[in-house]
């Protein structure tokens, strides 16, 4: 039976992206979206670009977007390391909502993400303890899954995926989850129930709620990429070092025409931010070489790492919208820019391994000569 049409609400592009890329996988119609744009997508996947605003701001944001796209089902993102105000958002969005109960499990196993007594552990590491928490701009300082959303005045129980059920339920309920198998138990108890809760997680359970059974297969190539790598996450910068070493000329310039120059012998281009930068104005000027090459190459499309870096080069394109056509690995979109119709990849800062950018570059040229 096909599922209630879901709005997934994201605090940042790349959560919003993952979700859109499996929508596409199963073969329905969705996009990210900037702003909520009346029509808009069949499944629309909003970037409310939250995760660093006050509490206050974000929580308005998250309750405006459920006024203004009503579905059935309601998916509000949450990080997997527990960056950002998804407690307070979660708030805002059953206040907004009506709705009594939500059911919170943000564990993700393909990324060793999981939740275990309430705590969240990436890598097997309690997410304060890693790189969530010395994030620049908000850094993680709890592990715990149960005490943000305690902290927002709602009742909250925590339980292992044995006892999960909703009977007799109301407040919110984290469950544990280790295996995809837990993600898919959960799913399928809240099946029957979709309209009258909040579903908030990381794009485990997204996907254990919307199984691909023939992923799709016409995905855009271009003939030559531009990696724009703005998150400071250790896993990107990792993944950099390979980008680097497989021969890909990197910078760390402001100069566009630098970087339009590469392309004149390179068919993969990489502009990164220093490691030690201000994070908001290295980010604009990575959209702003983003665009100066869009114009200047022929048959270019993006390899994107980390939701502030996609954003950015969508504002600087004047794009409010990427249409995922699926995904090319777990939580890795491919989809185009709408307006300048541009081939893009986006994935989060945190996830994939060593060989994920050379990956991407290579799922997004496959076809080129």
Not at 15 to 23: F, K, P, V, W
Not at 130 to 159: E, K, N
Not at 253 to 279: C, I, K, M, R
Request: glycine fraction near 8%.
């Amino acid at each position: 039976m096909e599922s209630p049409r879901f709005v997934v609400l994201a605090d940042d592009l790349t959560s919003a992206a993952e979700a859109a890329g499996h929508l596409a996988d199963t073969g329905r119609a969705a996009s990210v979206l900037l702003e909520a744009a009346a029509g808009g997508a069949a499944w629309p996947c909003m970037d409310l670009d939250t995760r660093h605003l006050t509490e206050a701001a974000a929580t308005t944001r998250h309750a405006r977007a459920v006024e203004r796209l009503p579905a059935a089902g309601i998916y509000k993102t949450m990080d997997s390391s527990l960056r950002g105000n998804w407690a307070a958002e979660l708030a805002a969005v059953m206040q907004a909502s009506s709705r009594r109960l939500a059911v919170v499990a943000p564990a993700c196993p393909a990324y060793d993400r999981r939740t275990v007594g309430g705590h969240q552990l990436a890598n097997g590491v309690p997410v304060h303890l890693g790189p969530a928490g010395r994030d620049p701009v908000r850094p993680v300082t709890d592990s715990s899954v149960v005490r943000p959303i305690s902290c927002q005045g709602l009742t909250v129980a925590s339980v292992t995926p044995e006892d999960f059920t909703l009977t007799g339920r109301s407040g919110v309920v984290v469950v544990d989850a280790s295996t995809a198998a837990d993600l898919e138990g959960i799913a399928a108890a809240v099946q029957d129930r979709l309209a009258e809760i909040v579903l908030c997680g990381s794009p485990g359970l997204w996907e254990a709620l919307h199984p691909v059974h023939q992923p799709r297969r016409d995905l855009p190539t271009t003939r030559k990429a531009l990696v724009l790598i703005g998150s400071l996450h250790p896993t990107t910068r990792e993944q950099l070092a390979k980008l680097t070493s497989s021969g890909v000329p990197v910078l760390t310039t402001d100069n566009a025409h630098e970087a339009v120059q590469l392309f004149e012998t390179a068919a993969t281009v990489a502009v990164a931010t220093p490691e030690a930068s201000a994070v908001g104005p290295q980010l604009s000027t990575l959209g702003e070489i983003g665009a100066r090459c869009a114009a200047a190459v022929p048959d270019l499309g993006f390899v994107l790492s980390g939701g502030d870096t996609a954003r950015a080069l969508a504002t600087a394109l004047h794009t409010n919208e990427i249409r995922a056509a699926g995904t090319v690995a777990p939580g890795i979109m491919i989809g185009t820019l709408i307006g300048p119709n541009q081939p893009v990849i986006t994935k989060a800062g945190g996830f994939g391994d060593p060989d994920t950018l050379i990956s991407a570059v290579g799922a997004l040229t496959r076809n080129a000569r």
